[in-house]
């Protein structure tokens, strides 16, 4: 069966080919990953930038004056300024490498929530968050006095700038919000939320991990202070993140961690500390897979982050007709708005892990539970979801082996 689309702008089986675990056999069957919310595949062209720093340099950053070094320095600068590039990050200095979209809100919270957050102060957030851009907002209020709020939801999780309005008070500091839900691919409207909390003198970051993987993202247009991303589910390694934020905040953080490359003098006593991006990247960083990052940039912005997005739009309007056709399905999530490449739905009563099992038998692999989001899943009413979630390499054939598949789950489970 033919995986071309005519919906796609790009040659999807081009792209394809670019994928060696695509040719993988699951169960003996051809693996249709749909699991990409989790984490996505990897090209060729980020597989040999990673081999090719581990086989070629090897040699540490910022601190020798011989080649393999300044190689390696080369490569990993290089890659930071394909990083900004790729999310329109206006100066030097604001697109610092962490291990993590987690790691990243982390230093936020904790560098710039415990300088700046005092008693009664206000973290105004939503029960959709992922873990991630939840725990450690209680936390940071737990040790400062601040409070958390939360954004009233509309229907299946929808979050609406009225809504955030209608939450925000004078006492709000940071709006921490999502850029797309791990669970439905809901995008609340940010430009238009960080509009209104920055006319409340409230700065906004954003939980970018599932938005900058699938959508083209300028922060300037987002008018955002802060954004996290995760490179792993956009084509690059484990273990690399990025935290944008505007210079002036970061310069006025303090570090969340200390040691070498962070400094500029060192006394027996104390010591000073260099502008970001230095100050919050101190010890050895994971060089292979920034420089990894930097290639799965390079491939997303060839094929374009544009059509990349409307191929998962389509994608998602033909799974939300073709899964309409299953018995006893229950889809979550607003049907309104934006939303991205992502559907989570359960099959009557049967378990999501059971759900999960069936497909996987038929080569399929999806995300079965909570999400690491059990407010939102609270607020659902729900334990858990089946979670498909596409990108640039799925194909109608791999939502139609989902629903196929679906039935055979009914078959088992009656
Ligand atoms: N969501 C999922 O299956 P890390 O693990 O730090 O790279 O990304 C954390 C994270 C933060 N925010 C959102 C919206 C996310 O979706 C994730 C990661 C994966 O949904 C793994 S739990």
Redesign the pocket.
């Known amino acids: 069966m033919s995986t071309t689309s005519a919906h796609t702008r790009y040659d999807l089986e081009r792209v394809r080919a670019d994928f060696p675990i695509l040719t993988r056999k699951m169960r003996g069957k051809p693996l249709a990953y749909l ?1 990409n ?3 996505s595949l990897k090209p060729r062209p980020v597989i040999d930038a990673e081999v090719s720093y581990l086989r070629d340099i090897s040699a540490n950053i910022h601190r020798g004056v011989y080649e393999l070094s300044e190689q390696a320095t080369v490569l990993y600068d290089e890659a930071r300024e394909k990083a900004k590039r790729f999310i329109g990050a206006p100066s030097d200095g604001e697109a610092v490498f962490t291990k ?4 990243a809100v982390n230093i936020v919270a904790f560098s710039w929530g415990r300088k700046f957050l005092k008693p009664g102060d206000e973290i105004l957030t939503t029960e959709v968050e ?1 873990h ?2 939840l725990i450690p907002w209680q936390e940071v209020a737990r040790q400062t006095g601040a409070h958390l709020r939360f954004v009233e939801l509309g229907p299946g999780g929808i979050i609406t700038a009225a809504s955030v309005e209608a939450a925000l008070t004078e006492r709000t500091r940071i709006v921490a919000i ?1 850029g ?3 669970v439905t691919g809901f995008m609340p409207p940010v430009a238009q939320i960080s509009r209104l909390a920055h006319k409340r003198g409230a700065i906004v970051i954003v ?1 970018g ?2 938005l900058v993987s699938h959508h083209p993202v300028n922060v300037e247009e987002l008018d955002v202070d802060f954004l996290v991303w ?1 490179g ?2 956009m084509c690059g390694p484990t273990g690399v ?1 990025v935290l944008y934020g505007r210079r002036a905040l970061l310069n006025n953080m303090d570090p969340l961690l200390y040691g070498g490359d962070m400094i500029v003098r060192v006394y027996r006593d104390r010591a000073e500390y260099k502008e970001a991006p230095d100050r919050f990247e101190t010890g050895t960083p994971n060089i292979s897979g920034v420089i990894a990052l930097g290639a799965a940039i390079e491939y997303l912005e060839e094929i374009g982050m544009e059509a990349i997005a409307e191929h998962e739009e389509h994608l998602l309007e033909y799974a939300l007709e073709r899964l309409a056709e299953v018995d006893g399905i229950t889809l979550y999530g607003p049907r309104e708005g934006r939303c991205g490449g992502i559907i989570s739905f359960n099959l009557g009563q049967v378990h999501t892990h059971d759900v999960g099992s069936v497909l996987d038998g038929e080569g399929i692999a999806v ?1 079965t539970g909570f ?2 989001a059990q407010p939102f899943m609270r607020h659902l009413g729900i334990h858990g979801t089946v979670r498909a979630s596409f990108y640039l390499y799925n194909t109608r054939e791999d939502v139609d082996r989902l629903v196929t598949a679906l039935g055979r789950v009914q078959e088992v489970f009656g």
């Not at 993590?100 to 790691?103: D, G, I, K, N, R």
């Open positions: 699991d919310g989790a984490t993590s979209a987690t790691e992922h991630a851009n999502t797309m839900s791990n939980d991990a599932q995760s792993h589910k993140g995300r999400h690491c």
